[in-house]
């Protein structure tokens, strides 16, 4: 069955950075479009990032030069490079899927910026 699972997140002070990974199973993962979404406390989830099979790539406005987004078809991974983080980029980091019509998640990774 399809699987993903999150790793890389943590504490980290204002202006670092994370690397989050996601390893995917169950499914051709290169040839299915992979996401990143983020969920706050007492906020609804949204859409970080997107990668295409080929490797094109869509991010969310407050995003787009900070976070990059990659994937290794020969690793099934996906990944998720945070550059200057910021504290209201605290939320737990899901990785996501569309498979069968079904958004599929991982169980996620909390991402915490305080100093």
């Known amino acids: 069955q399809v699987q993903l699972v999150e790793s890389g997140g943590g504490l980290v002070q204002p202006g670092g950075s994370l690397r989050l990974s996601c390893a995917a199973s169950g499914f051709t993962f290169s040839t299915y479009y992979m996401s990143w979404h983020r969920q706050a406390p007492g906020k609804e989830r949204e859409l970080v990032a997107q990668?295409?099979?080929?490797?094109?790539?869509y991010y969310a406005d407050s995003m787009k030069g900070r976070f990059t987004i990659s994937r290794d078809n020969a690793e099934n991974t996906e990944y998720l490079q945070m550059n200057s983080l910021k504290p209201e980029d605290t939320a737990v980091y899901y990785c996501?899927?569309?498979?069968?019509?079904?958004?599929?998640w991982g169980r996620g990774t909390q991402v915490t910026v305080s100093s």
């Open positions: 990668i295409t099979p080929g490797g094109s790539t």
């Open positions: 996501s899927v569309l498979f069968r019509a079904t958004r599929r």
